[in-house]
Each structure stands twice: as C-alpha cells, then as structure tokens.
C-alpha cells in the first residue's frame, strides 16, 4: 500500500488541493463535472504499482477556492491549471487520464502544453461543439433551476440521466466510494453554475492536437452510446482521423467497473490504443 501524500499548490488566482501516491513515471488523472481528487479512488491503489499518480481538486471546487468567487472560469484556465501541477509534482512528461469534464481539460493541456505530456487519454470528452447543431444537447436551464429549487443532489441525479450512467449496472461486488456530503454538494453546485458554461463554449485546437507529439487516444464507454458524451468522443475521434478506444461501462465506467476500466487503463497506456 502507498502513502498518500496530500498538499496544496498555488496557481494565479486560485489554490489547487491534490494527492500523490505510487511510484514511477507521473499519471495525472482529471476528474468529471462535479468529482475531484478522491474520484478515483477505486483505482488508485491499483495503478499506484505502476505509476506516481497525482489527483487534484480543479479550482473553484471546495478544497481549491478561488481568490476571487467571481472570477470568469475558462478551460484555458483550468488547462493552465493542469500545467503548473505538473511542473510542480511531475518528474518528466506525464501520463494523462481525463474523464468527461477532466477529458476536455486535457484536450486543452496538450494542444497548448505539448511538452509536459507523452500520452491523453481522453474518455468521453464533452466537446459538444463538434457535434452538428441539431445534436448538441440544449441549455441546462432546467437543471439550472433543478438546482435552485430542489438543490445539487437532485440536478446531479438528472443530469446523471442524460449521461446515460447508471450507478447500479456494473461489476457486481464494485462500491462507489463514499463522498463527503457536503463537499458533493459544493463541487455539484459550482460544477452547474460556473464551470459547465465554459465547457459548452469550448471548442477544441484541432490542428494543435493533430501537430502535437503527445499520443492522444480518444476513449469511449461499451454502453450509453445513445448519450451525448459518447457521440462527442466519437466525432473526436473522427475529426482527429485516431480510433476510438472502447472502455468498460458507460460514461462513469471507472466508478461502476474499476477493476476492468483499471486494466483497461494499464494497457491502453503500456500497448497505446485498442482496435
């Protein structure tokens, strides 16, 4: 077993928590809307043997509060973000693993930061704006007002749905990981007001990803291709001419199926991607 080891690491205008255990060369792992450090922890022991896996709270979540709550929040941004961790806690070029909201980051990470990254895994990004108008999910308005009416657990419930994740249908013995209630609900709400605009605005340097030397794999879910994540990772892969990688579960695989999307994971990064 690892030592985990936890800390804080000042950037401009925020402060980021993250966790490091493991040994070896670095694996950053960026978590969806609303998740943050502790969101793999189902895998991170596993990976540990193999990797110096670094976690971390993207700014404006509770363990990482921003200098100023009213500042505008960008992917460029948190892509800066992701950076400077790695400057910081890397030792050399990192394995990234991103995961729906994590996933964009990334994608913004190598286009403008090729040299801190050898391989991105990029499981399901939102990048909505790749996909033809009349398919782009609408405006969270009514999660918006979800949120404001009945609160973060029941607007991450639905929104939940429209991912096309269901926490009940996976391996049979998996147990998501226990969640601070209240840290939940503050990354939930600041996930839906702040941070999911700037994911809808963003559309990804494709040219800057097909110049980059980093190895990019494009990653989708076995389930929940209806869902709108997985037709985004699809026309990805499309526009960037790379296959897409298939993962166990849908769109939250590595809650609902940690032991395979953990494998799965080992050997996309050892073999590169799987067709």
Same mark, same amino acid.
């Given at each position: ?20 255990? %493991?040994?070896?060369? &670095?694996? !950053? =792992?960026?978590?969806?809307?609303? +998740?943050? $450090?502790?969101? *793999?922890?189902?895998? /991170? ?33 948190? %892509?800066?973000?992701? &950076?400077? !961790? =790695?400057?910081?806690?890397?030792? +050399?070029? $990192?394995?990234? *693993?991103?995961?729906? /909201? ?40 009514? =999660? ?132």
């Amino acid at each position: 077993m690892h030592t985990l080891v936890e800390g804080t690491h000042a950037v401009p205008g925020a402060s980021l928590h993250y966790q490091v255990r %493991g040994a070896g060369p &670095a694996l !950053l =792992l960026m978590s969806g809307g609303h +998740g943050d $450090a502790n969101s *793999f922890d189902g895998m /991170a022991a596993v990976l540990a043997e193999h990797f110096t896996v670094v976690s971390y709270d993207r700014r404006g979540y509770a363990r990482s509060p921003l200098v100023d709550p009213a500042a505008p929040q960008t992917v460029a941004t948190h %892509g800066d973000d992701a &950076a400077a !961790l =790695l400057r910081a806690v890397a030792n +050399g070029p $990192a394995y990234v *693993f991103g995961t729906s /909201a994590g996933a964009v980051v990334g994608l913004d990470l190598v286009a403008r930061h090729p040299g801190l990254a050898r391989t991105l895994v990029a499981h399901e990004p939102p990048v909505v704006r790749l996909l033809p108008p009349t398919e782009r999910p609408a405006p969270p308005v009514e =999660l918006l007002e979800q949120l404001r009416v009945a609160g973060p657990v029941a607007a991450m419930d639905t929104f939940r749905a429209m991912l096309g994740v269901d926490l009940d249908d996976g391996e049979p013995d998996a147990e998501p990981q226990p969640q601070d209630p209240a840290r939940a609900r503050a990354n939930a709400t600041f996930f839906f007001t702040r941070e999911a605009p700037a994911l809808d605005q963003f559309t990804p340097d494709l040219a800057a990803l097909k110049a980059s030397p980093v190895h990019l794999i494009p990653a989708g879910g076995t389930t929940g291709h209806e869902a709108f994540p997985y037709r985004c990772a699809v026309a990805l892969a499309e526009r960037l001419g790379l296959p897409l990688t298939p993962f166990p579960g849908g769109h939250a695989g590595f809650v609902t199926h940690p032991r395979a999307f953990t494998r799965q994971l080992l050997t996309v990064l050892a073999n590169g991607p799987a067709r």
